[in-house]
């Protein structure tokens, strides 16, 4: 079993939809999650981080963490064509390194 | 603005050879992370360092080593490189337990 699982995708939203991705992982002692988005042929951005369980919103984002049920899910308000692209979801299993899911790609229609 | 600098966009290298790979960061942190990504697979930790001269082996360290002699540098060595060593690297920074930073990236050819 991957320790941070993802579907692959792609998901298709149209423009001004919510688009929901979501994230399983396998190590109940995790401590903090963090979303990247990845565009093709560059490197990893970091949107948005979590430690608690609940929603934590910063824009047309909104991160929600459930430790119980061990998931994080990433939702983007008002999609946009340019949201397109992939977005990891990764942990910190108590290591200082993070551990990536394989990543979920986003296609956006206008 | 956290500024993570790899040194090569683009790399060709012919199998057998050693090759460097070079990642400096200016924001003083204690961490750095080298990781390889390939599609379908995600992206896996090669090494990382929590301190100069330290350094921790991730989960696919075989056929690399790594290098770091000052805070702000940390370089990652193919001893002799092969083919399926072909992939993206990327280099990443980190203060603590914070969020980490990647470079823009080293794409890397073994032919």
């Known amino acids: 079993q991957k320790e941070v699982e993802q579907n692959s995708g792609p998901l298709s939203v149209p423009e001004g939809a919510i688009a929901s991705l979501n994230c399983t992982y396998s190590?109940?002692?995790?401590?903090?999650f963090f979303w990247y988005r990845q565009y093709s042929g560059k490197s990893p951005e970091l949107i948005m981080f979590?430690?608690?369980?609940g929603d934590k919103e910063d824009g047309r984002f909104t991160a929600q963490l459930n430790k119980a049920s061990q998931y994080v899910s990433l939702l983007i308000r008002d999609s946009q064509p340019s949201d397109s692209a992939t977005y990891l979801c990764?942990?910190?299993?108590?290591?200082?390194?993070?551990?990536f899911g394989s990543g979920t790609r986003l296609q956006v229609q206008p | 603005d956290v500024k993570v600098t790899q040194s090569s966009r683009y790399l060709v290298k012919r199998t057998g050879e050693k090759v460097f790979l070079e990642c400096v960061q200016d924001?003083?942190?204690?961490?750095m992370f080298w990781y390889r990504q390939d599609p379908g697979l995600g992206l896996r930790l090669i090494y990382f360092?929590?301190?100069?001269?330290?350094?921790e082996k991730g989960d696919i360290p075989e056929g690399y080593s790594v290098s770091r002699e000052k805070k702000e540098r940390f370089s990652l060595i193919l001893e002799s490189a092969s083919t399926n060593q072909t992939s993206m690297y990327l280099c990443?920074?980190?203060?603590?337990?914070?969020?980490?930073?990647f470079g823009d990236g080293t794409r890397l050819s073994i032919l």
């Open positions: 990443a920074s980190s203060l603590s337990w914070q969020p980490q930073h």
């Open positions: 190590d109940r002692g995790s401590q903090s």
């Open positions: 979590i430690y608690s369980n």
């Open positions: 990764a942990v910190n299993t108590g290591r200082r390194a993070l551990t």
């Open positions: 924001m003083d942190h204690e961490n």
């Open positions: 360092s929590y301190d100069v001269k330290m350094k």
